[in-house]
């Protein structure tokens, strides 16, 4: 079983709507927890990062939520535009290991 | 430069050549890691260097694949008598962070993908 889980696998809406992203992981304690945004082609990019003790953090229209007892992550993309299609990882640091999730792969849709 | 460079971006082999695929870090990063990325999967972690040493090398999936960062800047990785089932995304991340002390964002290439036939 994946320390790092993420779903959907895949996901696609229209242009200007909303969507969150789920990140359940079995990795504890850890140091922090980030989101990486793939773009097609390219290197992951980090768009948040959580410590154990913070329960959200925002990034423009990306808000990273965290709640370290049920050990779940959850991502929410506001307003979604084009540019937002990509693939979005969940990774988890702990001492000398970071652990990736597979990724949701987001299709926005105009 | 401003980023961290990989080349080739794209590399097709024959199944039993030799490939070798360039890591140029961000300047004055201590930490280089080495990752593979199957389609439509999150990256596997190859190996790990801080410097010029290779201190974890346990996700290197046979003694066919090689890394080395002699003088702990630019990196390659080295796939021997390659297999179809080599064929991915191998992306370079560095770090100004220890592996021991990350807490720190990876800064990734753009990857090396490469296709066996």
């Known amino acids: 079983k994946n320390q790092v889980e993420q779903s959907p696998q895949s996901l696609i809406i229209l242009e200007g709507k909303n969507c969150t992203l789920q990140c359940n992981y079995t990795v504890s304690p850890f140091s922090n927890l980030r989101w990486y945004k793939q773009d097609t082609g390219r290197g992951p990019v980090s768009l948040t990062i959580m410590t154990f003790s913070e329960n959200t953090k925002s990034n423009g229209r990306y808000t990273a939520t965290l709640d370290a007892d049920t050990k779940q992550s959850s991502l929410h993309i506001t307003a979604s535009q084009l540019s937002d299609s990509a693939s979005y990882i969940c990774?988890?640091?702990?001492?000398?290991?970071?652990?990736f999730g597979s990724g949701t792969r987001l299709s926005i849709r105009p | 430069g401003a980023g961290v460079s990989q080349s080739p971006r794209y590399k097709v082999a024959k199944r039993g050549q030799d490939v070798a695929l360039r890591c140029d870090p961000i300047?004055?990063?201590?930490?280089l890691f080495w990752y593979q990325q199957a389609l439509g999967q999150g990256p596997e972690f190859l190996t790990y260097?801080?410097?010029?040493?290779?201190?974890?090398k346990s996700g290197l999936p046979s003694d066919r694949f090689f890394a080395e960062r002699p003088e702990g800047s630019v990196s390659t990785l080295k796939i021997q008598r390659t297999q179809q089932e080599d064929s991915a995304v191998y992306l370079c991340a560095s770090s100004p962070w220890t592996k021991r002390a990350h807490t720190g964002e990876l800064f990734f290439g753009e990857g090396s993908r490469l296709t066996v036939l």
């Open positions: 990774v988890v640091s702990r001492a000398s290991k970071i652990i």
């Open positions: 300047s004055g990063h201590v930490s």
């Open positions: 260097f801080q410097n010029e040493a290779q201190l974890d």
